[in-house]
């Protein structure tokens, strides 16, 4: 019996016993499968056999192998047939085994944002930290992360926006989360999703992770009233008395005595 796990290929030895033998004996050696699937490299398909000898033929033998967590059982036989009549043809019939490991189901890696309320003050926007946990797997992880919101108004940025993690390692990304401020009222909160697409780097299995968490965005402060300009006085009015008459010189004529 060849019995292995997780391989499609194995090697084993068929021993020729010529031990009885009085002369050489001519052998071609032959490996079949009643499946017909399965695959034979013979060292030394065709020897001689010296009299009273045993030859040792290496033999490779490879099947498809089965389902992961499966087990399946081939048989096969061995001919070595002679063109010497007075040697007899022998046969000999083996069993191959082959046994597939369960496939590793590792769970999803983890995702977290802190805080989950994203104060958003309006000065570049508010800030979050995303947690990817993979202390759980024992697989190596490529993860990319994006986000969207139902209203899709809420702007995400990541840094990274891709890493690698390996078994049982985690991460942290810097999310820098805005939205547009409302004219008046109380805050809006939106709420977004974060995503984390993660690919087994092993098989290749894709598994997306969701977070969730809200922006909170404070309402624009209202414009101030501007304040009425002070009322402009006219200049006061001065009244100026009329300027008095210039007297007039009065002539006076004195009479002349003599």
């Not at 090697?11 to 031990?19: I, K, P, S, Y």
Request: aromatic share 4%; hydrophobic share 35%.
């Amino acid at each position: 019996m060849v019995r292995l796990r997780d391989a499609t290929s194995a090697e084993f030895l068929v021993q020729v016993d010529h031990r009885r033998g009085r002369q050489p004996a001519r052998i071609q050696l032959l490996a079949t499968d009643p499946e017909r699937i399965m695959g034979f490299e013979l060292q030394q398909p065709a020897m001689t056999v010296p009299a009273g000898a045993v030859a040792a033929v290496r033999i490779r033998i490879a099947a498809p192998p089965p389902e992961p967590g499966g087990e399946i059982s081939r048989t096969f036989t061995v001919t070595a047939v002679s063109p010497d009549p007075q040697v007899a043809d022998a046969s000999v019939t083996g069993t191959f085994v082959q046994l597939s490991t369960p496939p590793i189901v590792d769970p999803p890696v983890g995702l977290r944002l802190d805080p989950e309320v994203v104060q958003d003050s309006g000065f570049g926007g508010g800030r979050t930290t995303l947690t990817i946990d993979n202390r759980a797997g024992r697989l190596a992880r490529r993860v990319s992360v994006s986000g969207y919101d139902p209203e899709r108004v809420v702007r995400l940025a990541f840094e990274p926006a891709q890493l690698e993690l390996p078994p049982g390692g985690w991460a942290q990304v810097a999310v820098r989360v805005s939205s547009p401020r409302p004219e008046a009222g109380a805050e809006d909160r939106r709420p977004f999703t974060v995503t984390g697409l993660s690919i087994d780097l092993g098989g290749g299995t894709e598994v997306i992770t969701l977070a969730s968490a809200t922006c909170a965005t404070p309402a624009a402060k209202p414009k101030p009233t501007p304040k009425p300009s002070p009322p402009v006085e006219a200049p006061a009015q001065v009244n100026t008395p009329p300027a008095a008459p210039v007297p007039t010189p009065v002539k006076t004529h004195h009479p002349v005595t003599g």
